[in-house]
């Protein structure tokens, strides 16, 4: 992958680079990210800058052999451990390399990907993907192997908190690497690292991608330019939940939640309750992804009421639906408004009865905006 097909993180770009060309590439490193602000897509243009034969001062050539052999994930001095669930029936343990074929057509077709969407890529069902031991041995075999072709031998260990307790396994690889190998390990949530590999790596960290670069991206896509900029501000940096964004119809977003609002805020019990039994089908993260968005309705009405000059970034169908709002909407209501979705939120999470948490929802949402701040 080069270093311009990815999304935004400039500074973190220039970094890498730089990091190669002064011959200063630590060999264990961390890449601790914010959710599909584009860790892996980084990690492959770097590894792909490490081993072009023909390097250009701001990314790799993209023509040479090895270029090829990156963007294509068949190089064979860069390797790739991931999540995965045990193959049965199988006469020995399972190791990403049994996942392979999967994952460079996963890979090259999407990079910016979740944990879920790649277990779901492998039929993983409801199981939960993990890096086991036998594949943290396997990375030591693999790395104390000497380059075939490149000046580095590369692992790359995506969702490295997978690695659980089997990653003190590879502290010894981590403190004492034979030479010319790289390690980077690639993670959201710095908690779930042992304290012994962190203390072993260099940390890198990425934040989210910027709502510019974000709107440049969604053009390139096919996105209406009047869409780029909502979609970039209601994904919040993230490259994957702008991705599923793109392919809804605003307008139906806004259908769910004018009908929301009119059962809700007028409290009419019977559309209410159909509008609850309805909706509480549409699964866990249709709902928590409803709620942001809801979320970021409510704030917008806000800001284009009080500050002077600003425009909402709402499509031209949802302006409407912020006006109605503007008319009751105060900040002290937008705090217990805001309070009261992020809890809802939380219960979604936790599994609670969906038709409960939005019924739940509704009455104080009519509670709160029909009450004096």
Same mark, same amino acid.
């Given at each position: 992958?080069? /270093?311009?097909?990815?999304?935004?993180?400039?500074?973190?770009?220039?970094?890498?680079?730089?990091?190669?060309?002064?011959?200063?590439?630590?060999?264990?490193?961390? /890449?601790?990210?914010q959710p599909g602000a584009g860790a892996l897509p980084l990690a492959l243009a770097f590894t792909q800058y490490l081993v072009c034969e023909n390097r250009q001062p701001d990314d790799s050539c993209g023509v040479c052999p090895a270029c090829i052999k990156a963007q294509k994930l068949i190089h064979p001095d860069i390797h790739y451990t991931y999540p995965i669930i045990a193959?049965?029936?199988?006469?020995?343990?399972?190791?990403?390399?049994?996942? !392979?074929?999967?994952?460079?057509?996963? !890979?090259?077709?999407?990079?910016?990907?979740?944990?879920?969407?790649?277990?779901?890529?492998?039929?993983?069902?409801?199981?939960?993907?993990?890096?086991?031991?036998?594949?943290?041995?396997?990375?030591?075999?693999?790395?104390?192997?000497?380059? /075939?072709?490149? +000046?580095?031998?590369?692992?790359? !260990?995506?969702?490295?908190?997978?690695?659980?307790?089997?990653?003190?396994?590879?502290?010894?690889?981590? =403190?004492?690497? +034979?030479?010319?190998?790289?390690?980077?390990?690639?993670? =959201?949530?710095?908690?779930?690292?042992?304290?012994?590999?962190?203390?072993?790596?260099?940390?890198?960290?990425?934040?989210? !991608?910027?709502?510019?670069?974000?709107?440049?991206?969604?053009?390139?896509?096919?996105?209406?330019?009047?869409?780029t900029q909502h979609i970039a501000y209601i994904s919040d940096g993230n490259f994957e939940e702008a991705q599923r964004l793109m392919h809804s119809e605003t307008h139906e977003e806004v259908t769910l939640m004018t009908t929301w609002l009119d059962s809700a805020l007028n409290f009419k019990p019977g559309l209410l309750y159909r509008w609850t039994e309805e909706n509480g089908?549409?699964?866990? =993260?249709?709902?928590?992804? /409803?709620?942001?968005?809801?979320?970021?309705?409510?704030?917008?009405?806000?800001?284009?009421?009080?500050?002077?000059?600003?425009?909402?970034?709402?499509?031209?169908?949802?302006?409407?639906?912020?006006?109605?709002?503007?008319?009751?909407?105060?900040?002290?209501?937008?705090?217990?408004?805001?309070?009261?979705?992020?809890?809802?939120?939380?219960?979604?999470?936790?599994?609670?009865? +969906?038709?409960?948490?939005?019924?739940?929802?509704?009455?104080?949402?009519?509670?709160?905006?029909?009450?004096?701040?």
């Amino acid at each position: 992958m080069l /270093f311009r097909n990815v999304i935004g993180q400039s500074a973190v770009k220039q970094h890498l680079i730089e990091m190669v060309q002064q011959n200063t590439v630590a060999h264990a490193q961390l /890449f601790l990210s914010q959710p599909g602000a584009g860790a892996l897509p980084l990690a492959l243009a770097f590894t792909q800058y490490l081993v072009c034969e023909n390097r250009q001062p701001d990314d790799s050539c993209g023509v040479c052999p090895a270029c090829i052999k990156a963007q294509k994930l068949i190089h064979p001095d860069i390797h790739y451990t991931y999540p995965i669930i045990a193959k049965k029936p199988s006469p020995h343990p399972s190791l990403s390399v049994d996942y !392979i074929q999967q994952w460079r057509k996963v !890979i090259t077709e999407q990079p910016y990907i979740n944990e879920l969407d790649w277990l779901q890529a492998i039929d993983a069902e409801n199981k939960q993907g993990n890096i086991s031991a036998e594949e943290a041995r396997s990375i030591i075999r693999t790395m104390n192997l000497h380059p /075939f072709e490149a +000046p580095y031998k590369v692992q790359i !260990i995506w969702k490295a908190e997978a690695l659980s307790k089997e990653g003190n396994i590879l502290l010894k690889l981590l =403190e004492e690497p +034979p030479s010319n190998t790289v390690l980077i390990l690639i993670a =959201e949530n710095q908690e779930e690292i042992l304290p012994t590999i962190l203390s072993r790596c260099q940390l890198l960290k990425i934040n989210k !991608i910027d709502d510019d670069a974000m709107a440049q991206a969604l053009l390139r896509y096919g996105v209406p330019q009047s869409r780029t900029q909502h979609i970039a501000y209601i994904s919040d940096g993230n490259f994957e939940e702008a991705q599923r964004l793109m392919h809804s119809e605003t307008h139906e977003e806004v259908t769910l939640m004018t009908t929301w609002l009119d059962s809700a805020l007028n409290f009419k019990p019977g559309l209410l309750y159909r509008w609850t039994e309805e909706n509480g089908k549409m699964g866990r =993260e249709n709902l928590k992804s /409803f709620l942001e968005y809801a979320v970021h309705l409510f704030r917008e009405a806000l800001m284009g009421k009080y500050v002077a000059g600003y425009q909402p970034r709402l499509a031209e169908d949802e302006r409407q639906l912020a006006v109605r709002l503007q008319r009751m909407l105060t900040y002290g209501k937008l705090e217990k408004v805001l309070q009261l979705i992020s809890r809802k939120h939380y219960e979604i999470e936790r599994n609670v009865s +969906p038709k409960m948490v939005l019924m739940d929802m509704s009455l104080k949402m009519n509670r709160i905006m029909r009450t004096k701040d």
